[in-house]
Nanobody, 118 residues
Framework: VQLVQSGAELRNPGASVKVSCKASGYTFTSYYIDWVRQAPGQGLEWMGR????????KYAQKFQGRVTFTADTSTTTAYVELSSLRSEDPAKYCCARDEGFSTGLNLWGPGTKVTVSS
């Protein structure tokens, strides 16, 4: 049972980045996938979640309009795409399996480092 993420990314300010998260070892459609990021020296920041069953998403207000979650059930892969990258966006972006209110995020991907630099 694991979540495997794509490799580090380097983007210019204003560009977009798309990070993948491939799930294996469990039924992909049984759990939401959440996305959380952590900037250097900062705490965890929840970005939102997606239901792989129907693609229904919930975005943290801070990211609405700039982030898109998708999920491909045929490849058991979830994606986060962040557009209009800014100076505050460099962070490690992690996916996590959402096991509900009582259990929370109980399986994490290793994280993908996103660097924004001109």
């Amino acid at each position: 049972v694991q979540l495997v993420q794509s490799g580090a990314e380097l983007r210019n300010p204003g560009a977009s980045v798309k990070v993948s998260c491939k799930a294996s070892g469990y039924t992909f459609t049984s759990y939401y996938i959440d996305w959380v990021r952590q900037a250097p020296g900062q705490g965890l920041e929840w970005m939102g979640r997606i239901d792989p069953v129907d693609g229904h998403t919930k975005y943290a207000q801070k990211f609405q309009g700039r982030v898109t979650f998708t999920a491909d059930t045929s490849t058991t892969t979830a994606y986060v795409e962040l557009s209009s990258l800014r100076s505050e966006d460099p962070a490690k972006y992690c996916c996590a399996r959402d096991e509900g209110f009582s259990t929370g995020l109980n399986l994490w991907g290793p994280g993908t480092k996103v660097t924004v630099s001109s």
